[in-house]
Structures are given as structure tokens and as C-alpha cells.
């Protein structure tokens, strides 16, 4: 009967492991977004005073819409002040998981809300407006890969670097 005891000790001690490791990874998971959610605020206030981009996002609308895209009318539903983080452009996973056929522009860009994303632009807006980002789609949150930065996998270290990029970016250009 002892190969039996000795047996279920070692599962007990084996599932211990694994919800300690999960345990673990939660907790450096929290970690992660609080870290990067008190990066995001940070960057907001020290751009505030610099740049004048805004990211509009639309719906289709029934009768009168603001922007028409592919003979669509698409009327405002948010409006924000945003900075561009990075310029990226790509073809977009659809509702189907597939690869869209068009190419987009798809930066990522920090909200004044304090949210960052890549949001996926409509290419055929109109009217484009400077200094406008429409979207018309859902934009995909940030993840390790999100920078293309292969050289570090670790989210907040890429996003700090990249705020301070952007930072010096908007404090040079000066408005």
C-alpha cells in the first residue's frame, strides 16, 4: 500500500505546482496591466500639451452620415485627441479569422482616455481630413508583438520605449 501513498503525494504535490505556477502567472499578468495602465496615463498627461490629431471612430447611419466609405454612410460615434505611437499598416483578421485581401494603415495610437491600440483605418474615407484617424472597425489591443520589436517580448518594456520615442517626437515637432 506505501506505492499507492507514495503515488498520491507526488500527484498532490504536482497539481500544488500547477496552480502555484497559474497562481504565479496571474499575478504577473495584473502586475503587467497596472504597470501599463499607469505608463498610458503617464504618457497622456506629458503629450497633453503637444499634437492635434484626433481618432474618430464611425458606424454605418441610415440616411445622413459625416464620412462614406465603398457607398456606405458612416456617422460619428466617439471622437478623442490621440498620438500616434507607431505607424504600422497590415491586412486585417476579419469576424472569420482570415486575412482581409486590402492592405490598411493601422498605427497604434494612445487615447486621451488613456487607451493604446492598433486601430485598423478605412482606406477609402471621405472626406479625409488632416490630422484625422476614421475607423470604422474594432482595433485589436495591445500585445507582445504589437511593436515588432523581436528583440524584447516583454509588453511594458516595448511600450515604455515607445512612449518615449513618441514623447521626444511630439516635444520636437512642438505642437
Do not use: H
Not at 4 to 16: F, G, P, Q, S, V
Not at 57 to 68: I, N
Not at 101 to 107: A, I, L, N, R
Not at 112 to 119: H, I, M, N, V, Y
Request: proline share 4%.
Amino acid at each position: 500500500m506505501g506505492g499507492l501513498d507514495d503515488e498520491i503525494r507526488a500527484a498532490r504535490a504536482r497539481a500544488d505546482s500547477w496552480v502555484s505556477a497559474d497562481q504565479r502567472r496571474a499575478e504577473r499578468e495584473q502586475s503587467e496591466a497596472a504597470e501599463i495602465q499607469r505608463l498610458l496615463a503617464e504618457a497622456v498627461e506629458r503629450l497633453r500639451p503637444y499634437g492635434s490629431e484626433v481618432f474618430v471612430q464611425v458606424k454605418p447611419a441610415l440616411f445622413r452620415g459625416e464620412y462614406t466609405a465603398n457607398g456606405r454612410r458612416l456617422r460619428q460615434v466617439a471622437r478623442q485627441r490621440c498620438w500616434k505611437l507607431s505607424r504600422l499598416s497590415g491586412r486585417r483578421r476579419g469576424e472569420d479569422g482570415e486575412l482581409e485581401e486590402d492592405w490598411m494603415e493601422s498605427p497604434i495610437l494612445l487615447l486621451e482616455d488613456g487607451t493604446a491600440a492598433r486601430f485598423w483605418l478605412d482606406n477609402d474615407i471621405s472626406p479625409q481630413r488632416e490630422g484625422e484617424y476614421v475607423s470604422s472597425y474594432t482595433p485589436d489591443p495591445l500585445t507582445e508583438g504589437s511593436f515588432l520589436d523581436t528583440s524584447n517580448s516583454d509588453l511594458p518594456s516595448q511600450l515604455k520605449r515607445r512612449l518615449g520615442e513618441a514623447i521626444v517626437s511630439y516635444e520636437r515637432a512642438g505642437s
